[in-house]
Each structure stands twice: as structure tokens, then as C-alpha cells.
């Protein structure tokens, strides 16, 4: 992995990246450069803010992140390798999941928009 790496955490990401920037993003660790978790999103420092926050209170879906996590959290990186509109970069992220699935920590090997994905709604709205 080639591009500028930053520390996961709360000013790694504050410092290195603005807000609003789309594009696909790497999730790796320091000691285990080979492997790593890619995704996608909207606003990558948002969700890398997520990844951090649900990583450190240890409630990560990811088996494979959390894990590696409790043992090194300060080894923890993450990196930018795509930037560009929403479709191109799920676009991106898939054809990295379909081509390097044995160097990925992805669990899931489709990429998954949350944009039509309907809500669940709580039995107190009425509509």
C-alpha cells in the first residue's frame, strides 16, 4: 500500500482528511501491511470516526478488525485510495473486494448502499 497512512485515531483522522470527501478508504495495521479492511463512503472521515468509536467500545461487526484491534490497538492505520463520486467509488471498493478477497478483513464480499435500504420504524411514529 503505497498511499500516506495516518494513526486511527480521533486527530489522525481530524487532521488528515475534510469533511464531505468521497471516495474508498483502507483500514489496516501496521505490523500486517499485506491484509487489510476496505470500504467505501460518502464522507470517509465520518465513517473512519465510526470505525474508531465502535472499535475502542469493542462493538465492531467486523470479527476480524476487532479482534486484531484488542490486541493492537495502536498499530491500528488507515489510508485513502480512492477519491471520487459515490457510484465510482462503490464501484472501486467492489472491484477491489472481487480481485484481492484473500488480502481483505471484508467479511462481506458484496458491496452494501445504504442508500435505498428502508428503515425499521419504531412502534410509536404513525406513519
Not at 503505497?2 to 487532521?15: M, P, R, S, V
Amino acid at each position: 500500500m503505497a498511499h500516506k497512512h495516518f494513526a486511527l485515531t480521533k486527530d489522525g483522522i481530524a487532521d488528515n482528511i475534510a469533511t464531505g470527501v468521497t471516495g474508498c478508504y483502507a483500514i489496516f495495521f501496521a505490523s500486517f501491511r499485506t491484509k487489510y479492511y476496505i470500504g467505501s463512503s460518502k464522507c470517509i472521515r465520518a465513517r473512519l470516526h465510526a470505525h474508531r468509536r465502535k472499535l475502542e467500545k469493542g462493538t465492531h461487526k467486523n470479527r476480524f478488525l476487532q479482534g486484531l484491534f484488542n490486541r493492537y490497538p495502536n498499530e491500528v492505520r488507515w489510508s485513502v485510495v480512492f477519491t471520487g463520486d459515490e457510484s465510482s467509488s462503490r464501484s472501486h471498493e467492489q472491484v477491489q473486494i472481487d480481485f484481492n478477497i484473500d488480502n481483505l478483513y471484508n467479511m462481506d464480499n458484496r458491496v452494501v448502499s445504504y442508500k435505498n435500504k428502508r428503515r425499521r420504524k419504531n412502534k410509536w411514529q404513525t406513519s
